[in-house]
């Protein structure tokens, strides 16, 4: 019924950048928040940031390094990260909170991941 689709991981040396996209489709009445977690393997997975009601925030391990930004008009959340670490490696998860009818309390949703290397 409704889809995250990830894109924009790879590989990257450290202090470099990478940009991931995140979008949304299906039927949707109106995306309420989006935001990217990530996960190394046998850690839980992390909140990173996330956007909606008019306000962007993020976590402590990558503020000023990363910014998160969206396109209403296409359903679609970007993750800007820069400067990044050998410790920002993990998969990288779209998440959103999705209003499929008027009244109805709204549903997460999870893209498949993304995975971002930091190595040299």
């Known amino acids: 019924q409704v889809q995250l689709v990830e894109s924009g991981g790879g590989l990257v040396q450290p202090g470099g950048s990478l940009r991931l996209s995140c979008a949304a489709s299906?039927?949707?009445?109106?995306?309420?928040?989006m935001a990217w977690y990530r996960q190394i393997p046998g850690k839980q997975r992390e909140w990173v940031a996330s956007?909606?009601?008019?306000?962007?925030d993020y976590a402590d391990s990558v503020k000023g390094r990363f910014t998160i930004d969206g396109d209403n008009a296409k359903n679609t959340v970007y993750l800007q990260m820069n400067s990044l670490k050998p410790e920002d490696t993990a998969v990288y998860y779209c998440?959103?909170?999705?209003?499929?009818?008027?009244?109805?309390?709204?549903?997460?949703?999870w893209g498949q991941g993304t995975q971002v290397i930091v190595s040299s």
């Open positions: 299906g039927s949707i009445f109106s995306i309420v928040t």
């Open positions: 956007i909606g009601s008019g306000r962007t």
């Open positions: 998440n959103a909170e999705i209003l499929l009818l008027l009244g109805l309390p709204p549903s997460a949703y």
